[in-house]
């Protein structure tokens, strides 16, 4: 009670009846000398020496606060705990007379010797142990004692039990000895006292890193937790079971987790299918179990799972080729089954629109051909949310290239409240009537992960227009390549960075050029350059040789599904007159065969196309 000032003017006289001869008034004296040196730090180095010939008390009282003393004086300064540690054979002394002595009915509870007094010794091990390797290899036998003949049926014999298992794991101590100690925690799993369960779990989560082995031998009993009917207890188990999936037991350790997942409380299921997700992409045996177990997890918890979710799950079944047509399948029974988990609706829908092709020819030798109507992947059910209504728009707009339902899409969002559903379904209409001719190859993006960054990366290099390719998905085997309809715009940066002269490349032998197209002063000339066996670079070259200026030129390009199509960005929109400038469009084919390409002009709008069945300066078989 008494304040910094009484402190210092009363620690002499402090220190001085921790010498008194009255083992009751050196215990209060010991006592008070803690609270002073909590209050007044730098009078802890008046109580030291005292304190050391504390420990050769024999009144239990007297040892006790002379402990409690000596851990404060440790832990408030490391030349006074490097002193202490002198003293670590006097502790061990006193420690083992405890563990081993007979039974003494002034300090026994229920069969343990002064559990106080020993509880506090360890604490004071485990502060003199820490990353010292002399002081720890001096308390191993000792702590071994303890943990072999303490008795675990008890509370305090669990508290002395539980305070050296802390001690074991906190100094530099033998490998078994650890191993004793994670078994102890390992018994305390099977206690009927849930607090004990508890704070096992909590020391096991701790240690799990480093001394995973060990862990494992109670894995049985760790995933058992999950079942107990408190929500600490099955939240701390979560934790610890994610913790202990590995590459050989995933399999078996997905199942619990996947079964805990189907009924585990509403506030753990986020949690539990977020760590569901990362474990099955980290241990993975295959691409189809890691598919099938995503899945579940979705049809299980789809309304609990993360927003990145979805994007990481269509990138997984891209990148699986093989199982496009399983998957596809599958997620399609499981969209009639329930509609009501929107990252499975989405999913699902992506997955429809892209490969509903596979999805009607029934080639998955698993599964039989099923009945689809692109009118089906229209929700009208209020609970579905605008971003999920976004992905069965689009593949509406996807299926209507191989099914020749006639959904009218405008009728239904047209005139929508949500601005980007309208405008979506404003941008597929014009693409379905005005652009019909190039509607068959169109397919959607992927649905790229880190979606965020890839855009702002792009959108920082086209600040100089540096930024030519757009972000494109590797097509799927056999899947339709994308047609693009662009229009083109010149930027500033080209123009900054052209004027250094320093990023033109080696003048190379020049590719042949023929024209395409004339018509109105408007001449397109083509020239190809083979890049592999089946890779073909084309650079179109527009002019104006009329009198007026042409503005908004857009070139277009339409393939057959054989084709891979990318169209790099234009040189400009615009085409001067009396061919003072020229624009030029590089078009990236694979697989080529014929191309299709459509040009627009505004000042007295003009629409055309051309149809090009060969490619100048290739030989027959590059064709």
């Known amino acids: 009670m008494g304040s910094a000032e009484m402190c210092r003017d009363l620690a002499p006289e402090i220190d001085r009846l921790l010498r008194a001869s009255n083992s009751y008034i050196k215990k209060k004296a010991a006592l008070c000398a803690v609270h002073i040196v909590r209050k007044v730090h730098d009078l802890g180095e008046l109580f030291a020496p005292a304190a050391r010939s504390l420990l050769a008390e024999k009144n239990h009282g007297v040892l006790h606060g002379a402990v409690v003393l000596i851990i404060e004086l440790c832990e408030r300064n490391p030349e006074t705990l490097e002193r202490f540690r002198k003293v670590l054979p006097d502790l061990v002394?006193?420690?083992?007379?405890?563990?081993?002595?007979?039974?003494?009915?002034e300090h026994d509870v229920a069969g343990i010797s002064d559990p106080f007094l020993q509880v506090r010794i360890l604490r004071l091990l485990r502060i003199?142990?820490?990353?010292?390797?002399?002081?720890?290899?001096?308390?191993?036998?000792?702590?071994?004692?303890?943990?072999?003949?303490t008795d675990s049926t008890k509370t305090v014999g669990n508290a002395v039990l539980y305070e050296t298992v802390l001690t074991v794991l906190d100094i530099k101590s033998e490998s078994g000895l650890r191993v004793l100690a994670v078994n102890i925690l390992g018994r305390f799993l099977?206690?009927?006292?849930?607090?004990?369960?508890?704070?096992?779990?909590?020391?096991l989560q701790k240690i799990v890193g480093t001394d995973h082995n060990a862990v494992q031998r109670h894995r049985g009993t760790i995933v058992d937790c999950l079942k107990d009917q408190d929500a600490s207890v099955k939240r701390r188990a979560l934790e610890l079971s994610l913790a202990l999936v590995s590459a050989s037991n995933v399999r078996s350790m997905m199942k619990e987790l996947l079964l805990f997942l189907s009924s585990c409380p509403a506030e753990l299921k986020a949690h539990a299918a977020s760590g569901i997700f990362n474990a099955a992409e980290r241990y993975a045996p295959s691409q189809r179990w890691h598919i099938d177990t995503i899945l579940h997890v979705l049809t299980t918890a789809g309304g609990d799972v993360r927003d990145e979710t979805v994007p990481n799950l269509i990138q997984l079944i891209t990148n699986a080729s093989e199982l496009h047509c399983y998957t596809v399948h599958k997620l399609y029974r499981a969209l009639l089954?329930?509609?009501?988990?929107?990252?499975?609706?989405?999913?699902?829908?992506?997955?429809?629109?892209?490969?509903?092709?596979?999805?009607?020819?029934?080639?998955?030798?698993?599964?039989e051909a099923v009945q689809v109507h692109a009118a089906q992947t229209q929700f009208y059910?209020?609970?579905?949310?605008?971003?999920?209504?976004?992905?069965?728009?689009?593949?509406?707009?996807?299926?209507?290239?191989?099914?020749?339902?006639?959904?009218?899409?405008?009728?239904?969002?047209?005139?929508?409240?949500?601005?980007?559903?309208?405008?979506?379904?404003?941008?597929?209409?014009?693409?379905?009537?005005?652009?019909?001719?190039?509607?068959?190859?169109?397919?959607?993006?992927?649905?790229?992960?880190?979606?965020?960054?890839?855009?702002?990366?792009?959108?920082?290099?086209?600040?100089?227009?540096?930024?030519?390719?757009?972000l494109q998905p590797s097509p799927a085997v056999g899947a339709p390549a994308p047609g693009l309809l662009i229009n083109t715009a010149s930027t500033a940066g080209g123009d900054l960075l052209d004027l250094l002269g320093v990023l033109e490349p080696a003048p190379l032998a020049p590719a042949p050029t023929v024209p395409v197209y004339e018509k109105d002063g408007v001449t397109l000339t083509l020239s190809c350059e083979k890049q592999s066996d089946t890779g073909l670079t084309v650079t179109l070259t527009a002019s104006n040789?009329?009198?007026?200026?042409?503005?908004?030129?857009?070139?277009?390009?339409a393939v057959p599904k054989s084709v891979q199509l990318h169209m790099k960005a234009p040189s400009g929109d615009s085409l001067p007159a009396r061919g003072t400038a020229k624009v030029t469009q590089v078009v990236v084919l694979n697989n080529p065969n014929k191309v299709g390409l459509t040009h627009t002009h505004t000042n007295i709008h003009?629409?055309?196309?051309?149809?090009?069945?060969?490619?100048?300066?290739?030989d027959a078989a590059g064709q």
């Open 337 to 367: 089954t329930d509609i009501s988990q929107q990252s499975l609706v989405q999913v699902a829908c992506w997955c429809i629109g892209e490969y509903g092709d596979l999805l009607l020819r029934g080639e998955c030798q698993e599964t």
């Open 381 to 470: 059910i209020p609970h579905v949310v605008p971003a999920t209504r976004g992905f069965a728009l689009t593949a509406t707009m996807k299926l209507s290239t191989r099914i020749t339902d006639n959904v009218d899409i405008v009728s239904i969002y047209g005139s929508c409240i949500d601005v980007e559903l309208q405008q979506r379904a404003v941008e597929y209409n014009a693409l379905f009537k005005k652009y019909d001719h190039m509607r068959y190859a169109t397919r959607c993006p992927l649905v790229i992960r880190s979606l965020r960054m890839d855009v702002n990366v792009c959108d920082l290099l086209d600040l100089l227009g540096g930024s030519e390719e757009t």
């Open 545 to 557: 040789s009329t009198d007026s200026d042409i503005s908004s030129f857009t070139l277009q390009a």
């Open 128 to 149: 003199l142990g820490h990353n010292n390797e002399g002081a720890s290899d001096a308390m191993n036998d000792l702590l071994a004692q303890v943990a072999t003949n």
């Open 190 to 203: 099977l206690n009927n006292d849930r607090n004990i369960r508890y704070i096992a779990m909590t020391s």
């Open 93 to 105: 002394q006193i420690m083992k007379g405890l563990v081993l002595s007979g039974y003494s009915p």
């Open 606 to 618: 003009t629409h055309d196309t051309v149809q090009i069945d060969s490619f100048p300066g290739l």
